[in-house]
T-cell receptor, first 110, second 111 residues
Framework: GEQVEQLPSILRVQEGSSASINCTYE??????FPWYKQEPGENPKLIID?????ERKQTQGLIVLLDKKAKRFSLHITDTQPGDSAMYFC?????????FGDGTQLVVKP | DAGVTQTPRHEVAEKGQTIILKCEPV?????LFWYRQTKIQGLELLSY????????DGGAFKDRFKAEMLNSSFSTLKIQPTEPKDSAVYLC?????????FGPGTRLTVL
């Protein structure tokens, strides 16, 4: 009951448009949902997170939504730029035991 | 603030060798994780420590992989003996109450 599903695996968007990545989780006790961005040759870096007592969080062009009933959470990148091109991982955590999605390769075309 | 540090950054080993990877977590973090990352398998958990106690030893990785945490500021991951399929990036991460931060990783190549 710990699997995290992440879709899509590859996302190609035009510069300036928005991009959305969706994840679902199985463990209803999960209470923390971080998102990581990983650029080639680099380690994953935490870019935004949301805790289970919130439904929405926004920072610097990133929006995360959490639907606990549906056990679904999502990342929305507004006004994408070529620098947003990277691999993005979602994760769900319960008591610091964290489970990652398989990642989404985002390609922002100029 | 020092983040998670890992050494070495790159390691090349011959098949059958023993290699030891090192990690220093963020000061004050109680949880430490070792992951292996490949393009095919993605992020795979190898070991998980909480307050230096081994909470999870990665199941299928028990055979040749051994992680240790002798004190709260240092952990090692030993692979013995190495096989070419072990070629991957090995990531160490630590977390406090919520946020988990990754180290820069060690890229291991086994010939």
């Amino acid at each position: 009951g710990e699997q995290v599903e992440q879709l899509p695996s590859i996302l190609r968007v035009q510069e300036g448009s928005s991009a959305s990545i969706n994840c679902t989780y199985e463990n209803s006790a999960s209470n923390y949902f971080p998102w990581y961005k990983q650029e080639p040759g680099e380690n994953p870096k935490l870019i935004i997170d949301i805790r289970s007592n919130m439904e929405r969080k926004q920072t610097q062009g990133l929006i995360v939504l959490l639907d606990k009933k549906a056990k679904r959470f999502s990342l929305h990148i507004t006004d994408t730029q070529p620098g947003d091109s990277a691999m993005y991982f979602c994760a769900a955590s319960n008591n610091n035991r964290i489970f990652f999605g398989d990642g989404t390769q985002l390609v922002v075309k100029p | 603030d020092a983040g998670v540090t890992q050494t070495p950054r790159h390691e090349v080993a011959e098949k059958g060798q023993t290699i030891i990877l090192k990690c220093e977590p963020v000061s004050g973090h109680n949880d430490l994780f070792w992951y292996r990352q490949t393009k095919i398998q993605g992020l795979e958990l190898l070991s998980y420590f909480r307050s230096k106690s081994l909470m999870e030893d990665g199941g299928a990785f028990k055979d040749r992989f051994k992680a240790e945490m002798l004190n709260s500021s240092f952990s090692t991951l030993k692979i013995q003996p190495t096989e070419p399929k072990d070629s991957a990036v090995y990531l160490c991460a630590s977390s406090g109450q919520y946020e988990q931060y990754f180290g820069p990783g060690t890229r291991l190549t086994v010939l």
